[in-house]
């Protein structure tokens, strides 16, 4: 049985630093900033607001090529192939496959060329495992990182 973490939350304003990235996220606060349940990057799979799944890569935790070791402990997701609005839309994300641990880059290109093995790794993922397999989440708290078996 496949094991998948959720997180149900909120879409805040992030930085903007996505955007000049060229890899735009949306941004989801976690309420246990102590913890680490979830930590790394992702392949998996958000539902917006009004039911339409999209494929997304997803980074839990401190951005430390940024914040080091001690930033804001946060989800965000880059969805594949989308662009538009999310602020403010209660999103459902399931994050699916562990791709890698968060990484301190020397540099943004450095950050880039790993983000873009992150979104070949996600699309392959996400082709493999179809929206309609996914588990059900139920409505668990915002911000909380929660364990689903499907
Ligand atoms: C798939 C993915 C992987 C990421 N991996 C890392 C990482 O390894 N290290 C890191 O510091 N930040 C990582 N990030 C976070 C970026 O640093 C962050 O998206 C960027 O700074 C923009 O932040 P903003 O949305 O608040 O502007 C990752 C983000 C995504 C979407």
Same mark, same amino acid.
């Given at each position: 049985?496949?094991?998948?973490?959720?997180?149900?939350?909120?879409?805040?304003?992030?930085?903007?630093?996505?955007?000049?990235?060229?890899?735009?996220?949306?941004?989801?606060?976690?309420?246990?900033?102590?913890?680490?349940?979830?930590?790394?990057?992702?392949?998996?799979?958000?539902?917006?607001?009004?039911?339409?799944?999209?494929?997304?890569?997803?980074?839990?935790?401190?951005?430390?090529?940024?914040?080091?070791?001690?930033?804001?402990?946060? +989800?965000? *997701? /880059? %969805?594949? @192939?989308?662009?538009?609005?999310?602020?403010? $839309?209660? =999103?459902?994300?399931? +994050?699916? *496959? /562990? %791709?890698? @641990?968060?990484?301190?880059?020397?540099?943004? $290109?450095? =950050?880039?060329?790993? +983000?873009?093995?992150?979104?070949?790794?996600?699309?392959?993922?996400?082709?493999?495992?179809?929206?309609?397999?996914?588990?059900?989440?139920?409505?668990?708290?915002?911000?909380?990182?929660?364990?689903?078996?499907?």
């Amino acid at each position: 049985m496949p094991e998948y973490f959720v997180v149900r939350g909120t879409v805040e304003h992030g930085d903007e630093r996505g955007r000049e990235l060229g890899f735009p996220t949306a941004n989801i606060a976690l309420r246990d900033q102590s913890g680490s349940v979830g930590d790394g990057v992702w392949a998996g799979w958000v539902r917006r607001a009004d039911g339409t799944p999209i494929p997304a890569a997803i980074s839990v935790g401190r951005r430390p090529t940024y914040y080091g070791a001690d930033g804001y402990r946060l +989800l965000e *997701a /880059h %969805l594949l @192939d989308f662009a538009g609005d999310l602020y403010d $839309e209660t =999103l459902v994300v399931w +994050l699916g *496959a /562990h %791709l890698r @641990d968060q990484q301190a880059y020397a540099s943004a $290109e450095d =950050l880039i060329t790993a +983000l873009k093995n992150d979104i070949a790794a996600a699309t392959q993922w996400a082709a493999n495992h179809p929206a309609e397999t996914l588990p059900d989440p139920g409505e668990p708290p915002l911000g909380e990182v929660r364990r689903i078996k499907s």
